[in-house]
């Protein structure tokens, strides 16, 4: 028996629009400590050709469209120094903490 799934856009719209079959991996973990931040995503059976990690507003890993976590940024992440690993489809990404996050001045006019 097919259970209707009430966020199924396709079951409404039917061909009319097609949406990539998305959904937030359940497995992850992420971890803060005084000099690094330390992401774990789960990706069983997938090949790290198959991910995609993109930052944007946030950092966001892909596999394949079927597999998507998302993680906030924070601002004494150095991005620029980030390392991932992935081995036996568990993916790490590591990324040091800035000591001192730079303050900036905004002028008003």
Do not use: C
Not at 9 to 18: D, E, I, M
Not at 63 to 83: G, H
């Amino acid at each position: 028996m097919n259970r209707l799934n009430p966020f199924d856009w396709n079951y409404y719209l039917g061909n009319l629009y097609s949406f990539p079959k998305t959904t937030l991996t359940t497995r992850t973990s992420f971890k803060a400590t005084k000099t690094e931040y330390q992401l774990e995503v789960h990706l069983a059976g997938k090949k790290k050709e198959d991910v995609e990690i993109t930052v944007g507003g946030f950092i966001s890993v892909k596999a394949e469209e079927y597999s998507t976590a998302l993680f906030r940024l924070y601002d004494d992440m150095q991005l620029s120094n980030a390392v991932a690993t992935m081995e036996h489809g568990l993916l790490k990404i590591t990324i040091p903490r800035q000591s001192k996050v730079p303050t900036i001045k905004i002028p008003i006019s």
